[in-house]
């Protein structure tokens, strides 16, 4: 079997010489992504039922994806709105879990819940970063409340499943968080060499 290629945040962090904000913030997308991905596979292979269900519902974060004619802020700033909404998602989640698993040693699953959080709050502080104008403040904290009934009184069964909607959910807009920021810093760079 073929290895899975490591992705790392090696020089992400540090803003790299010749490297664009919109570069950093596409690299951390595919960071993002990447990551979440595997974590729904983790979710699936510790909860082996759970992908005989199709969740019930809509999407949890309600925002619509960008239109293709709007502007590269305006594009950001649907997808700040919508990470905060993935990070207050999944600081419940955690909660929950944590709470749940009281004592129980940590598994490559919970190892890498907390990997996706650092790299959802990388990539908050990077699209806050493309964001920043003069005066204006862009919130990178969560931006959900713990306080809504995650499993709809129907238990664990239910309980599993909103972790499932929850997984899916950031999975989504890791992805669409890659295309817009891959589309945009394409068409910078495009503009720039122009």
Known sequence: MAE???????????????????????????????ECTRLLALFREKES????????????????????????EEQVQLLHSALRQCLGLLHCLILKEEEEEMGA?????EAKRKVVRASLE???????????????????????????????????????MWTYRVLLELTHWADSALQTLNLIHTESEGAQED
Not at 4 to 26: C, F, H, N, Y
Not at 127 to 139: D, K, S, Y
């Open 49 to 72: 039922f759970i992908t005989k269900h199709i969740p019930a519902g809509g999407r949890i974060v309600p925002l619509s994806l960008p239109e293709e004619d709007s502007s590269s």
């Open 122 to 160: 990388r990539l908050l502080h990077s699209t806050r970063v493309l964001l920043e104008c003069e005066g204006a403040m862009v919130e990178i904290t969560p931006d959900h409340q713990c306080n809504e009934e995650v499993d709809g009184g129907i238990g664990a069964f239910g309980g599993k």
């Open 4 to 34: 899975q290629q490591e992705i790392t945040v090696d020089g992400l962090d540090m803003p790299a010489a010749g490297r664009s904000k919109t570069w950093r913030a596409a690299e951390l997308a595919r960071l993002l992504h990447h």
């Open 105 to 109: 040693s940590e598994g490559e699953y």
